[in-house]
């Protein structure tokens, strides 16, 4: 598994809108943030770094250094 956790979550939407894969969905009962599609994630970190309660963390084995490309 590529994102290990969602707690916290506050089922603002944001990490849905965030996510480039479409890997992150809003559970209709819940409406709380769930990980439909952990194969397709791509580990970019935009689900992580837009959460506004820093609800998502990532497993350390499957997580990369955030690279920019600007100074």
Known sequence: M???NISGCIGCNTCVVACPTDVI????KTKKAVIKYVEDCQMCHLCRLYCPVDA???SPEKSIPVVVSWG
Not at 25 to 28: G, V
């Open 2 to 4: 590529s994102i290990s």
């Open 25 to 28: 969905r809003l559970d209709e």
């Open 56 to 58: 998502i963390t990532i």
